[in-house]
């Protein structure tokens, strides 16, 4: 299994600045994925993440909003750049074991 | 693409009652497959997988799912339900290192 820390929990932003969230796992992974997942709505992936290279971005999301950094196997971060109030959502890093996916707690963002 | 249809958006049972929720996947080979609970604040937590061996799975806290290939289903199920099960509960599929979940059921249990 998989324990993976997630920071911060919750936050509340102003429209236009940008907020990184950081997630560590207790496991080298290769890919680490980020997900996005708005109110009432289910998970919609947003990037994954491999130690070395760039992120691979999923449709609908780029590199300049949603830039990634995956600096070893055991972390990486999300940043939510320029945000507006579309942007409020839960967001949650993944990873994956034994065909299983496991989670952090999520990290809930409110743009004001 | 690989995907899960979840039917119903929202259940609601008595306590006590039979908890049942539905999810059909999409695919002409049969995948592995996921049921993940979510409870209010938290982030996901799995409660059983199909991965191909017995095509009933038992999984945490009381529940169980049934891998149906004739109906191309994977519907989670408990005998009983009680009031610490209200929670959201997505069905996954995973293919290619790749999850794919289903919108969702949020689960209400009536005292």
């Known amino acids: 299994s998989a324990v993976i820390s997630q920071k911060p929990s919750r936050d509340i932003c102003q429209r236009g600045t940008s907020l990184t969230i950081q997630c560590q796992v207790d496991s080298q992974v290769t890919m680490m994925f980020w997900y996005r997942q708005q109110p009432g709505q289910s998970l919609t992936l947003i990037a994954t993440?491999?130690?070395?290279?760039?992120?691979?971005?999923e449709s609908g999301f780029v590199i300049d909003k949603f830039p990634i950094s995956r600096p070893n196997l055991t972390f990486s971060t999300l940043t939510v750049s320029n945000m507006s109030p579309e942007d409020s959502s839960i967001y949650l890093c993944?990873?994956?074991?034994?065909?299983?996916?496991?989670f952090g707690q999520g990290t809930r963002l409110t743009v004001v | 693409a690989q995907s899960v249809t979840q039917l119903g958006s929202h259940v609601s049972v008595s306590e006590g009652a039979l908890v049942l929720l539905r999810c059909n996947y999409s695919?002409?080979?049969?995948?592995?497959l996921f049921w993940y609970v979510q409870y209010p604040n938290q982030g996901l937590q799995l409660l059983l997988k199909?991965?191909?061996?017995?095509?009933l799975v038992k999984g945490i806290n009381g529940f169980e799912a049934e891998f149906k290939k004739s109906e191309t289903s994977f519907h989670l199920t408990k005998p009983s339900a009680h009031m610490s099960d209200a929670a959201e509960y997505f069905c996954a599929v995973n293919r290619g290192n790749q999850f794919y979940f289903g919108t969702g059921t949020s689960l209400t249990v009536i005292p």
């Open positions: 993944s990873v994956e074991l034994a065909t299983e996916a496991f």
């Open positions: 199909y991965t191909s061996a017995a095509t």
């Open positions: 993440a491999n130690q070395g290279s760039e992120a691979t971005y």
């Open positions: 695919s002409s080979v049969p995948p592995y």
